[in-house]
Structure formats: C-alpha cells, structure tokens
C-alpha cells in the first residue's frame, strides 16, 4: 500500500510531547480506513478534536462522514463541528449514543478507558451490526490503561464491574499499585492487572466470545488496537497492513522505553518542584532571622561566650553565614 503523507501537527496541543492523542497513530490509523474502506466513521471521546479534525480532512477527500460522540465536548470540537460539514457532533456518552446512532464502517474506541465501559460499548455494537461487524479501532491498548481502568466518574460505573480505586493515584510502568510522583490520573484503578480490568483486557474478551475475529496491537503511542472480522472481504488488506506492526518486538522495546522515560521525567519536575517548595520555605525562615532583634542579640551574646572562654567549642552562626547561604554565588 502506499505510504500515505499527512499535514498535521501531532503536537499542536500537546505542549508536554505525552503523545496522549490517537492523532499520533493518524497515518496508520487513516491506512486503517483505507484498507477496509470505510465510508463512515464514529469517534468515541472525541474531546477536543485533534483526531477528529484529521478525520475530518480525510472524510473530505473520500466521500466520508465523522460522528463525533462526546457528553462533554471542548469548545475546540463544538467550533470544529459547526464549520466542517462532514462531522456530526454527537453529544452523549457512549452507551447512549451506540443504541441509536448508525452502526457505522468503523469505530474508533477512545472514551472512558475502563473495562466495563469498552465491553458495553462492544456490546452495543455488536448486537447492533450482527454479522457486519465493523472495523474496531483502539486507543490505550498498552500501558497504562491496558491492565488498569480509569474512571471519568466512578459512580457511572456499576459497583460489581468497577475496581476499587484511588482519586488522583500516581501510576509508574512496573509498579502494580501507586507511586508518589508517577503519572496523575482522576480515578485509576488501585492495582495493575488480574479480571475485568483494563482496556485491553475488554478487547480480548470480546474477541474471545465472538469467533472469526482477528485483534492486531500496534505497541506505539500507548497502544493502537485493531479488532476486524476475518471474513471481511477487505480482511486481507488489513492483515497485509498490519502484519509487520502487530505486537512487533522492536516497537514494544520503544513504547516501554517512551513511557519509562515519560513517567521518570514527570517525577522529576515533581520532586524538583518540592525541591523548590522546601528550599523557599527555608529562605523564608533565614530571611526572618537576618531581620530579628533576638537573633541579632544571640549573635553578640555567643561571640562574647566564646571571647570569655566560657564557650570554646561554640559554633557561632552569624548573619554573614546566612547572607552567604542566601548568596546565589
């Protein structure tokens, strides 16, 4: 297949380079498309629009249409949908929208990234498609979400299908539970991995309970996942595709390495911001004592100690000492 060239900016809104967009996968994602060609396309999460807007340009150039599927949708994504005829802003969570919506050619799956959530989004949609199953696409198929839910809002979840979990929990690749200082996430789940927990656990079970299907994970960018009926006739199209991507070994040394490095740097800006915090705590307390009387009378009464004798082994602090540990110097 030809290599396909796209004008966009993966970073444009992702100051920090986390790479938390599926936008980064687009030109495998959009290859995806092709391969299967699809002509209508429904994006659950589309938050602010990154991905959709370059779903967008390529729906224009291919005859093709783009549900937006978002509860809460960023101003971004409402302006974007209100100037490109080819969306279609839908503004319900998922599990209300795929009961009505068209079952489209493809799905792109990139919501509340738990496994209650993804099952019942597969759910819906298979009951809806039947036979024609559509193409499935996933986001977050690798760490940290694939063995480990998150939760948008943990009562929408049904309390026999949730995990327990931690508000605010700090996750680092290798650690089962938290880890001060690791990645922030709103509600994780407290530990990594075992049933029902994670996004990619959701996958396989699907793919497990409904025969003839084919799951491919491309290990890049927190994971692209990939679930297609074999007996489609584009089938071989997509498994040509992806066949070199799959669970390649290379990728997946890269994407452990990517977060690993991810994950140290961000708990280093954190303890350097502690660092930070504790040292001008300090300076607050040296600077209220070069400015104290007491502290000034202190001084002269513990270098006439040590002048007299009476104190030999004293250490005097003076406010030389402090202006000099206050010194950038």
């Known amino acids: 297949m030809e290599r396909l060239t796209l004008d966009f900016d993966p970073y444009a809104n992702d100051p920090g380079h986390w790479g938390a967009s599926l936008v980064n996968l687009a030109e495998l994602l959009v290859a995806c498309l092709e391969a299967a060609g699809a002509r209508s396309v429904i994006e659950v999460g589309a938050y ?21 599927v978002d509860p809460s949708p960023q101003p971004e994504l409402v302006e974007l949908a209100e100037r ?61 979400h694939a063995r480990r839910d998150d939760y948008f809002d943990p009562a929408a ?23 001060p200082g690791g990645l922030p996430y709103h509600f994780p789940a407290v ?19 409904h025969a003839g299907l084919r799951l491919a994970v491309v290990p890049a960018f927190f994971g692209l996942g990939v679930v297609w009926p074999e007996q489609a006739g584009w089938a071989p199209r997509l498994e040509a ?39 001008a705590r300090q300076e607050a307390v040296l600077r209220r004592l070069l400015d104290s009387s007491a502290f000034a009378v202190a001084e002269r009464l513990s270098r006439l100690r040590v002048r007299a004798g009476i104190a030999r082994d004293a250490s005097v602090v003076s406010k030389d000492d402090i202006r000099r540990a206050l010194s950038d110097d």
């Open 48 to 68: 602010a629009g990154d991905l959709t807007e370059l779903l967008a340009d390529w729906a224009a150039g291919s005859g093709a249409t783009v549900s937006a």
């Open 84 to 144: 490109r005829p080819e969306i279609e802003l839908v503004r319900e969570t998922s599990l209300d929208a795929l009961r009505h919506v068209p079952i489209p050619d493809a799905a792109v799956i990139d919501g509340d990234h738990n496994w209650f959530t993804v099952s019942e989004e597969l759910r819906l949609i298979a009951e809806r498609a039947g036979a024609a199953l559509p193409l499935l696409l996933f986001h977050d198929v690798c760490w940290p």
């Open 157 to 179: 979840i049904p309390v026999d299908r949730r995990q327990p979990y931690q508000e605010g929990g700090n996750i680092y690749p290798g650690v089962e539970g938290f880890r």
């Open 191 to 209: 530990r990594e991995g075992g049933e029902r927990n994670g996004v990619l656990t959701a996958v396989e079970d699907f793919v497990a309970q």
């Open 241 to 279: 595709l992806l066949a070199d991507w799959d669970r390649n070994p290379v990728l997946e040394r890269l994407e452990e390495n990517r977060v690993l490095h991810l994950a140290s740097s961000h708990f280093q800006m954190v303890e350097a911001v502690k660092a930070q915090q504790r040292a």
